[in-house]
């Protein structure tokens, strides 16, 4: 940011009468070679552009070239720096990032199919490779170039973001997603704190809100049940909930209890202490399941759901990308609109519950919202362990031991953020002394 003041302090030269304006051009061409020296590039419309399509062409990632175990992630510098080539992208440049499960069913070719179709609707006539893919879902970075429509952000604004599954990840240098896919980040919280955030964010407000029907203003006295509330998706759900006015009950191991009553949990269920459907009966039921876990949990969570009153069983595990994958797109996509059918219909017969699906939705403006929950203090990061950049693969076995308390975040840009920082102050120092020496060549003539 200290970069965005010293430029604007160059543009303010651009002011002076007439008569100081050779002055003042010669400084300002000075403070340009000045910035570009210091890794920067000026840009008059934007204050700032550090945009390294203008400066590199490779960057630094983790890929991987084929589907399968931990083995196939592989370092390069040899990956093409994204570019801006649509009117309404930001280019991020990467100080943060974070894994989900999402990231290691996607390394094993997980939504293989759907996913390469929705990268490229043409992929269905060809055999084109989708390879190599840039993995990790969450970013927290700096802005450093934008397209010319873009109007919320500017180059060397703090912003953060949920990467979709369909485009080419964060752990990388750069990266580039539309202006309506990212937010700015909350200032109280560091790029590595904001990039455990935005995907669990994203996930949860889609399930609760467009699945669930709930929201700030209709979260009052409702009672909720989170399954696997210990993950990322529900240490975030339990506090904005609880942001919301309702009632929390959450399913976890017993060493996680703490952690989950930390966050707000009204009551907590211990799965290891005995069957949780069993426990779970005798308490009062609930407006609204949301479940992360799937499989058994299904069979019995419908159940404790308020019989014909509107309640809503959401999950989060759905077959559809497991089908596409197995029976291929058309015969996948329509086993698992029939799948889903036939439960809506049998629960609302039955029960008078709504059964519906919860997936992740890109949204950057609901994460605006987000970000004022978290600076004044509603919703807290929670980070289970760190990695430096060097050390992805680790960053993944550690997520696969699985029993999250949290999330795992990877520090992508360490080094190169206090030498950025040092250019920039140097920027900034040299700019005021010529912005002094155009003054007093103003005063003189």
Request: glycine fraction near 8%; charge should be negative.
């Amino acid at each position: 940011m200290g970069s965005v003041r010293a430029m604007a302090s160059t543009r303010l030269l651009c002011s002076f009468r007439a008569k100081a304006a050779a002055a003042a051009a010669a400084a300002a061409g000075s403070t340009k070679t000045l910035a570009r020296r210091a890794g920067w590039s000026v840009c008059l419309r934007r204050n700032v552009c550090s945009s390294p399509s203008r400066l590199q062409s490779c960057m630094s990632a983790w890929v991987i070239d084929q589907y399968g175990t931990n083995e196939v992630l592989k370092y390069t510098e040899d990956i093409s720096v994204p570019t801006v080539s649509s009117p309404s992208e930001v280019m991020i440049k990467v100080h943060a990032a974070s894994l989900n499960p999402l990231d290691i069913s996607m390394r094993g070719g997980y939504g293989a199919k759907l996913l390469k179709l929705r990268r490229n609707p043409m992929s269905v006539m060809d055999n084109d490779s989708e390879f190599p893919l840039i993995l990790g879902r969450d970013v927290s970075g700096v802005v450093v170039d934008c397209g010319s429509e873009v109007t919320h952000f500017a180059p060397g604004d703090e912003v953060w973001a949920a990467v979709p599954p369909w485009k080419q990840g964060s752990l990388a240098e750069f990266v580039t997603l539309t202006e309506y896919e990212v937010s700015h980040k909350p200032k109280s919280l560091s790029h590595t704190e904001a990039a455990s955030i935005p995907y669990v964010a994203n996930t949860a407000l889609s399930a609760l809100v467009n699945a669930g029907g709930l929201c700030r203003d209709s979260s009052s006295n409702k009672r909720v049940l989170i399954t696997g509330g210990s993950g990322g998706v529900g240490t975030f759900s339990i506090q904005l909930l609880k942001a919301w006015g309702a009632h929390v009950t959450v399913t976890c191991s017993q060493n996680a209890e703490g952690l989950v009553r930390g966050l707000g949990a009204d009551e907590v269920v211990d799965y290891t202490a005995g069957d949780a459907a069993e426990q779970l009966e005798m308490m009062e039921k609930f407006d609204v399941i949301l479940d992360s876990v799937g499989g058994e949990t299904e069979q019995w969570a419908m159940g404790m759901l308020k019989p014909w009153s509107g309640a809503k069983y959401v999950t989060l595990v759905t077959p559809l990308l497991l089908n596409t994958d197995s029976m291929g797109l058309l015969d996948g996509t329509l086993n698992a609109v029939f799948t889903l059918n036939s439960k809506v219909i049998q629960n609302m017969i039955y029960s008078g519950v709504f059964y519906r699906w919860g997936f992740y939705a890109p949204d950057g403006p609901a994460l605006d919202e987000i970000s004022r929950l978290v600076d004044a203090g509603k919703i807290l990061p929670v980070v289970e362990a760190q990695f430096p950049f060097t050390q992805v693969p680790q960053a993944f076995q550690k997520l696969e031991e699985g029993h999250a308390r949290g999330k795992t975040v990877v520090r992508v840009a360490e080094e190169d953020d206090r030498q950025v920082e040092e250019l920039v102050q140097d920027s900034h120092t040299e700019t005021a002394d010529s912005e002094q020496e155009v003054q007093e060549t103003a005063k003189q003539n």
